[in-house]
């Protein structure tokens, strides 16, 4: 079976344009990507969902080719992007997949908007609670890289991800990259607003069926998946057995998979 075209566009909304891409029709399903990525982290899921859903992703605001906020933002300021997109789409309700900071933006969304999401879906999501957040404050930078004439800030880029994606995956790692530069001067904005949220206050106002699915081999997420999973109430959990930091795209057959079996 052939499957789904993905088709592009933008949408306007009271603070700026948002870009995203699309495959299928039917109920919605809305992905949200990890920073600083865009849309394209879920280049081969999309056509996946596509073939049973309407399946988006969206570049969140500040990434991809969605507008640039002009103030500080926090997780609550990009899950307002999020409502600001699902407006402007027309869509009153969705099922929300987000991968690592996208899973802090989608949960984020569903305790603020509950009416608004029909079920969650948390991939390799870190659960910032207190605890997460002391041992953050003293965590280097993840992705921060100084522009440089002779372009060595591209090998710097590339080898801050070397060791959390796939040996014999180059392009995986390029993809990054390619995401990172567009928002170079700006690349460790999405992190930093992981680092200060207070995921513990979130998780008890969450009511849609949860599923928190993890990459075993995602040293940044793994770890939390149990105490992520005990903070919402009634989630269940799914470990993809040599999944990475790129889980989307390194296994987008297994990731679409889990995805599809929760939403059935």
Not at 98 to 121: D, M, N, Q, Y
Not at 163 to 181: E, H, M, S, T, W
Request: proline share 7%.
């Amino acid at each position: 079976m052939a499957r789904n075209t993905i088709h592009r566009g933008f949408v306007n909304t009271p603070n700026g344009q948002i870009h995203y891409a699309e495959a299928g029709q039917g109920e919605p399903v809305l992905l949200l990507h990890q920073t600083p990525r865009s849309w394209t982290e879920y280049r081969d899921v999309l056509p996946i969902l596509g073939e049973r859903f309407h399946a988006i992703a969206m570049d969140t605001i500040g990434f991809g080719d969605s507008y640039r906020p002009l103030v500080k933002v926090s997780i609550e300021h990009y899950a307002s992007g999020v409502a600001d997109f699902l407006d402007a789409m027309e869509i009153d309700r969705t099922s929300l997949v987000g991968h690592h900071t996208g899973g802090l933006i989608a949960a984020e969304f569903a305790a603020s908007c509950p009416l608004r999401v029909h079920k969650l879906i948390l991939s390799s999501c870190p659960f910032t609670d207190k605890e997460d957040r002391e041992r953050r404050k003293t965590s280097p930078p993840i992705d921060k890289a100084t522009f440089s004439p002779d372009g060595s800030h591209l090998i710097e880029l590339w080898n801050k991800r070397r060791a959390f994606y796939p040996k014999g995956r180059a392009d995986l790692i390029a993809g990054f990259v390619l995401d990172a530069l567009k928002v170079l001067d700006r690349v460790e904005e999405g992190h930093n607003a992981v680092n200060e949220y207070k995921m513990e206050k979130t998780t008890p106002l969450i009511t849609s069926p949860t599923l928190i699915m993890t990459g075993t081999e995602d040293p940044f997420s793994f770890p939390r998946m149990r105490p992520l999973a005990n903070a919402i109430k009634g989630s269940v959990t799914v470990e993809i057995k040599g999944g990475m930091v790129p889980m989307p795209e390194q296994m987008p057959d297994a990731f679409s998979q889990c995805i599809l079996d929760f939403l059935d």
